[in-house]
């Protein structure tokens, strides 16, 4: 080992791991894309004069990268979230062991085990872009006579507040700052539907809201052939917002309802149906497309959760990977509950939240 201190030592495993651990040896453009980072990054953390200290959340992204030379398949580096129980085994005897060589380096210590180990980081999860890709995010906007006091919502009054306009606000906030911290050196954007022109529809889109108040949601599955639709509340009678719901139109056919209870004279939403596709973007094929859905506002945020939530995101993808290991259309119509008014993050491995899937 080349001498130099607990800082060199670190490098130069960095360095002997892109190198020697597999038969053939990772470029580092290769390593620099899978991790989301620069290549003048990558050689400044391998080298042993006055190397740079990864912080933590690089060191488990680099265990995860070497614990399967799946993280090179197709010739499209990335971190691979379906590891084998031995492939697990490796990970986490490689993140040891480069977080105790980084404290040794004298390093601020990071989060410890076990919570690192129970999820992954923003940056190796399901909302992470390993192209670097602008995203966008495109919401519903309310109708003028749903929304709040036009001191706040018309643009000529002195506290006019645009996100007022916006349909779904606690799943964009909750989206947008995920997204955020899992892109940081992708643009993201987001906006109402109205405001998306041919450049945004071209990047890695997300799409929150259904037929009611965004029209780009049912253009987009219609063009992925995706076999579900959303009843629309706006041409309903508001007493009967209990029959309106999710159709599958497959085979027999089917219809999901969300579940309302009459209470101290009001309807309380007890359970909503949620929809979640992601797949390849129709309108350029080098992104994606992902759709976050619910009958109500409630079961959008349901839907992201899934996928934001780090209790859960991790089986959650892996439940959807699972079942499109080649990157295709995957949709699953799910069930959001409600507990004393919160909105429950689903489960998808649990049989019983899931409603209704579909792939490409």
Not at 136 to 152: K, M, N, Q, S, W
Not at 214 to 233: E, F, H, I, K, W
Request: proline share 8%; glycine share 8%; with cysteine.
């Amino acid at each position: 080992m080349t001498g130099g201190g607990p800082s060199a030592a670190l490098a130069e495993r960095l360095r002997r791991l892109r190198l020697s651990e597999w038969s053939s040896p990772v470029k580092q453009q290769q390593l620099a894309r899978a991790l989301g980072v620069s290549v003048p990054l990558i050689s400044s953390w391998e080298r042993t004069t006055d190397p740079r200290t990864p912080p933590s959340e690089r060191l488990a992204a680099y265990a995860r990268f070497f614990a399967t030379q799946r993280s090179l398949d197709g010739g499209k580096p990335g971190l691979r979230t379906d590891l084998s129980p031995e492939e697990e085994t490796r990970r986490r005897q490689l993140e040891d062991e480069l977080l105790t060589l980084r404290d040794a380096a004298g390093a601020l210590p990071g989060p410890r085990l076990p919570d690192r180990l129970a999820n992954l980081p923003p940056r190796a999860g399901p909302w992470y872009f390993a192209d670097g890709a602008p995203v966008t995010i495109v919401c519903g906007e309310l109708p003028a006579e749903h929304r709040a006091d036009p001191a706040y919502t018309d643009p000529d009054s002195p506290d006019y507040v645009a996100l007022y306009n916006y349909a779904d606000l606690d799943s964009l906030v909750e989206l947008h700052g995920h997204v955020r911290a899992a892109n940081p050196q992708s643009d993201v954007w987001f906006m109402p539907a109205s405001l998306v022109t041919s450049d945004h529809l071209t990047t890695h889109l997300v799409l929150l809201g259904g037929v009611d108040f965004n029209d780009l949601t049912t253009a987009v599955l219609d063009s992925l052939g995706v076999p579900v639709r959303q009843q629309t509340r706006l041409t309903g009678d508001p007493d009967d917002e209990g029959e309106l719901g999710f159709e599958v139109r497959e085979g027999a056919g089917q219809s999901f309802r969300p579940v309302l209870h009459e209470e101290n004279g009001g309807r309380i939403l007890v359970e909503d149906v949620a929809h979640l596709c992601r797949g390849q973007n129709p309108y350029n094929a080098l992104r994606t497309v992902t759709v976050c859905n619910g009958m109500f506002g409630r079961g959008v945020y349901g839907a992201v959760r899934t996928l934001t939530d780090k209790r859960f995101r991790d089986r959650n993808a892996n439940h959807m990977w699972s079942r499109v290991p080649d990157a295709q259309t995957f949709s699953i119509l799910f069930r959001v509950r409600m507990v004393m008014g919160e909105v429950v993050t689903p489960d998808w491995t649990r049989p019983e939240n899931v409603l209704h899937e579909w792939s490409a």
